[in-house]
Every structure is written in C-alpha cells, then in structure tokens.
C-alpha cells in the first residue's frame, strides 16, 4: 500500500505533465489560437507560421496531455481544445504573466507603437456606447473564428475584406475594432486603416475569451 508521500508524489507528477506541456512558446500559441475555433492542421500551420510538421508534432504533444482532442472530417484532422478550462486557464495566465513579468508588458507595447493611431478604448464603456447607438464593433477575425463565438453586437469584416468593404461602414458613429485578444494586433491594423480612411476608429484588447471572462465574474 502506497504512503501518503507517494501519492502526493504522483499527483504532482501527472500535474507537471499539463506543466512540460505548456513550456513551448509555440505549444500556448496553438492553445491561443484554437481558443478561437477548431482548426485544420493546414490551418494551424499558416495562423502560426510553423511548418505543418512542427504544428503536428506540437498538436500530439497537446493531445497526450489531453489539452485538444480531435475528430476527422474526409481527409482532413479538426484539432480543438478538450475543454473549456483550457481557454479559461490561458486568460488567467496571460492576466499573471502581465502582472509578474515587467517584460511582457513592454514587448507588447513596443509592438502596438507601430500602429500609433490605434487608440485602444474601454470595455465598459464600450458596451455603454454600444448600448446608446454610438458605437459599432466590428469583429476582424476570420469569418469561421466569428460564427464560432462574438461579442454580442458585434458585426464580422474579417481583416482582408476590411478595406473592400469600408463603404459600407457608418461615418456618424465610432468604430471600434477587436480580434483574438490582448496579443492579437489586427484590430490596431485594421484601426489604424479606418482611421486613414477618415473614420473615427478605435480598437478593443479584449478578445472574445477576455469578454466571457470578464462576463462570468460579473454574474457571480
């Protein structure tokens, strides 16, 4: 019979599988990334600029430490996140690494200084706007990211049809970009673009995840 030492010892060590998993850069990106929708192989392979055989080999790691299953559809593989909490633990560890690692905070803005026009707004007061007619969000992700899950309000011009597509845009209120959260930097594009186009624009950091985050703490 066991000790208790050594079951402790066990449950650490299958703990610590879920940890040696996650100590890729590019395995949490993929978890980013499918927190959006399921994807293809193909696809995780252009969202990430990994080759497709480093994204497979990364999707089996992900998969043995049961953080995506995957179903087949003709001949392609659909990889998505097993569960929820994945999504969920990926926005609490983006909120503690901010908080901890003065580093992150500076990469990000250094990043963001390339789209200087890109004025990021609130998400309270957002919604407020939103609520009185002010304000309209546009979701600049791909249209399947979209379909997936949204903002409530919000209206889909995925970023390569964004210019194409700006007449059909409302001058007399704000527009307000968002993507796939606080590390995503095509709503400071597509702000930056609608800004040039002479429309009144601003971006959201919050991302689909932050949004049901936030939400679910203000329901409890």
Request: aromatic content about 6%; glycine content about 6%.
């Amino acid at each position: 019979m066991r000790t208790e030492r050594e079951y402790k010892d066990l449950l650490y060590q299958e703990f610590a599988r879920i940890g040696k998993c996650l100590s890729s850069p590019r395995r949490l990106e993929i978890i980013d990334v499918l927190a959006q929708s399921p994807k293809s192989v193909d696809q995780l392979s252009k969202d990430t600029g990994m080759s497709i055989a480093n994204a497979s080999q990364h999707l089996q790691t992900l998969y043995e430490a049961r953080l995506v299953r995957f179903t087949k559809k003709g001949n392609h593989v659909i990889y998505e996140l097993s569960d929820p909490a994945v999504a969920d633990f990926m926005v609490s560890l983006h909120r503690l690494g901010e908080g901890r690692l003065v580093e992150i905070q500076r990469i990000k803005t250094e990043a963001l200084q390339m789209f200087e026009r890109a004025e990021p707004v609130d998400m309270t007061a957002l919604m407020h706007r939103m609520e009185r007619g002010e304000a309209l969000l546009v979701d600049v992700r791909p249209k399947e990211e979209y379909d997936m899950d949204h903002i409530p309000g919000a209206i889909s011009i995925p970023m390569a049809e964004l210019e194409e597509r700006l007449s059909s845009l409302p001058r007399h209120v704000e527009i307000v970009a968002y993507c796939r959260g606080p590390y995503c930097f095509l709503s400071a594009q597509a702000a930056e673009l609608l800004r040039s186009r002479g429309f009144r624009a601003f971006r959201l950091e919050e991302g689909v995840l932050e949004w049901r985050h936030a939400a679910g703490q203000v329901q409890g």
